[in-house]
């Protein structure tokens, strides 16, 4: 990968309020995601998440709680996860078969890296769970768009580890942590086909008109 980012400017580095980019809109106008079945190699380099991470996790965030965290699946780590999936669907499916058993293993081997992305609230007593889930939402999606300009494809996907306690046991979870996203990123084999997108007419209303 070419070099896309400089390094974190320092705090304290003035910012500009706007900043106008005809690629930045091309990307966000023409952006989607891979197919779940066409993520090859190469993905990120641990450096290259790095910094893809960072980015990430620059969203809107009330109260600076950073009420989020990542955990990184790589190379051999993939596969020692998809382990863990398999024995959970061993232990907890009825009539499981052995296809079953070979699914779940492969579930996270599907793109050379995976990046879980931990809603994490923080409870300060007066911010609320929804907002700070949202923010995990927007962590997900500017894992994207980052990973995306950084010349990575890459899908948001839950499926049911998402929501499985025993998963939940194998990340480390705790108490109302959940999985906002499991983020798979590489190199797409194919151009993605456009899909239907929201009619704005149906989805914007003017109050008071
Ligand atoms: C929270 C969330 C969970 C999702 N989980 C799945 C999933 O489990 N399986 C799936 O095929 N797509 C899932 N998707 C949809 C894809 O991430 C993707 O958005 C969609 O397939 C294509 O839309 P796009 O190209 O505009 O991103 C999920 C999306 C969101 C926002």
Redesign the pocket.
């Known amino acids: 990968m070419t070099k896309t980012f400089p390094p974190a400017p320092p705090v304290g580095t003035p910012m500009l309020p706007v900043r106008p980019s005809a690629e930045a809109r091309q990307l966000l106008a023409l952006r ?2 891979a197919g ?1 079945q066409f993520i090859g190699e190469p993905g990120p380099s641990p450096e290259e998440l790095d910094e893809i991470l960072t980015i990430a996790a620059r969203v809107p965030d009330h109260r600076k709680l950073s009420p989020w965290r990542f955990i990184v699946f790589e190379g051999e780590a993939r596969a020692k996860f998809g382990k863990q999936l398999a024995r959970i669907v061993g232990e907890t499916k009825k009539d499981v078969e052995s296809k079953d058993l070979i699914e779940a293993a492969g579930l996270p081997l599907r793109a050379p890296v995976m990046v879980a992305v931990i809603s994490s609230p923080v409870d300060d007593g007066r911010t609320p769970v929804w907002e700070q889930e949202l923010s995990a939402g927007a962590v997900c999606y500017n894992l994207l768009l980052a990973a995306n300009a950084s010349g990575f494809a890459g ?5 049911w580890p998402a929501f499985d306690a025993q998963v939940a046991n194998v990340l480390g979870l705790t108490g109302s942590e959940r999985v906002a ?1 499991f983020i798979y990123l590489g190199t797409s084999k194919v151009n ?1 086909p456009e ?1 239907a997108r929201a009619d704005i007419g149906h989805i914007v209303t003017r109050w008071g008109e």
């Open positions: 989607r995601s779940k899908s948001w996907l839950s499926e996203g993605p899909r």
